[in-house]
């Protein structure tokens, strides 16, 4: 068993074995063997070592030190261990101050990748009517409350930064834009999802209506109850990135965002901010992000 | 024995000499413990994140399937074990990578990957493992079922990923989610691979306890001292 398969005794050649003498025919009715005929046959003509030396690896192909010396294995061994010891570097995730700078990177290196995944064409998939989640079982999320108090008489969407036409928006106002209704499926980060019914505008056509720099990189909103949120002007440009004042066919109610909230079958159900009042065109963000993603959430989170 | 007879003995006779061989590549080494790390904080985290909605139904009314407890996770709150989770899959997907690619590129594949010429060695290593059968011969560093086991372990590797890809991005990699019957189902998928991963896991350390130091520790330096084949 533990003899070195390399070098085969030299007497073995002359013990041919059984296999190495059947026909070249015969064999082949041996499934198991559809390579081994060829050569038995020409090496039972001429060189019986060589068919000798091919069944042996293909019996015993181990092979094992014939006799390595204590102190020279355990040299070895200890020199072996030491190449693995670069593993240990992961050990830097369990020193406070690098663990948060590392999974700070780790996390900014996921949205650097989704931002690059993201296909500004490709549409999240639209359901039937019949796959809608009933209006009473979409789950109301807010961090703080459900319903702001917003006084609907004075609202406004108050529109700053690198737009031509910056200033208060009445929701008749950016109700004449074209409406898109949308059946697309809400994914929450804690891992629920839910199929609903949005209506609104395409958040592009109101860009268009302020006349945003599009080439700038962030879209910015503020809301009523202090939440924050900002996105990436690809999303932003997105087909179905909504400015949304509708949900299913009924005006948006105070707990689901009313008068105007965001509704972005791309992205994950934080980013798609409700009780909307301000928003900003912007090439920076001053170190404001979005209210969850200050607190250490993804940036990005695209679907 | 007098130090004038080891004198007289041939070089490599003079000291004790055992038998030992070089079964672990070092690429193949690293994958693993970093592999080990990656895995247990995959896990650990991803238990942590499944903890916000504990439940594979609806939202309302929640029907939660079990309470998972925090000792037992990462991260902290959500948000943390976010962090962690999507920070250690590219080394977990990295790894797998370099792995798989090495196993392909230095032919090592042959002695992990399963095969059909393995299947009728199966019978025997079970009957050997849990009937106290016979110890079957081995011919090759790992026996059927080894090759069965590792070679699961890999495709369910593989399938974490996949599955972690439909939740992650399940609008770009729409036609992945659709694969898995959409975001709700490879949610599920991707939580029974898991387990499935963690199964492996424990088999896997039983076995390692079972065979020793010598077979453990040649994880860490490649050479296994007095191997069993």
Known sequence: MESNGRKPEPNQGSNAKPESTVPAGQAASDAEQTTMPRNAATAAESRPPVSNEVAEKRVEPLTVEPGISRRKLAQVSRRELLKVAPVLALGAFVIPGAQEWLLKKGLGFSDWASARMFRSGHLAQTFSDSELTPFNNFPINDYDVDDPGVIFENWTLTVTGLAQKPGDYTLARIQQLPLQRQNTRHICVEGWDVIGRFGGTRLSNFLKMIGADTTANYVTVACADDYYESLDMATALHPQTLLCWEMYDQPLTREHGAPLRLQIPTKIGYKQAKYLTDLKVTNVLDGKVGYWEDQGYSYFYGL | ?229
């Open chain 2, 1 to 229: 024995m007098s130090s004038a007879v080891v004198e007289a003995l041939p070089e490599e006779h003079r000291e004790p000499v055992v038998k030992a061989r070089y079964e672990h590549p070092l690429v193949v080494r690293i994958c693993h413990w970093l592999n080990a790390i990656s895995l247990f904080v995959m896990a650990g985290s991803g238990l942590q994140i499944f903890r916000a909605f504990p439940s594979f139904g609806a939202k309302i009314p929640q029907k939660d399937l079990l309470n998972w407890p925090r000792s037992f996770a990462i991260g902290g709150w959500l948000g943390g074990a976010l962090q962690w989770h999507l920070t250690f899959m590219w080394i977990y997907m990295g790894t797998g990578l370099v792995y798989v690619g090495y196993e392909i590129f230095s032919g090592n594949y042959r002695q992990v990957l399963f095969t059909t010429r393995d299947v009728r060695g199966v019978w025997p290593m079970i009957r050997h493992y849990f009937f106290f059968g016979p110890k079957p011969q081995q011919h090759e560093v790992y026996n059927p079922l080894q090759k069965q086991a590792y070679t699961t372990a890999i495709v369910l590797g593989l399938l974490s990923v996949l599955t972690g890809f439909a939740v992650w991005k399940p609008v770009q990699f729409s036609w992945l989610a659709w694969l898995m019957g959409g975001f709700h189902w490879a949610r599920l998928w991707h939580f029974v691979v898991m387990w499935a991963i963690l199964a492996f896991v424990c088999g896997h350390l039983v076995m390692v306890i079972l065979h020793g130091w010598n077979n453990f520790i040649s994880m860490l330096t490649g050479w296994k001292k007095d191997p069993e084949y």
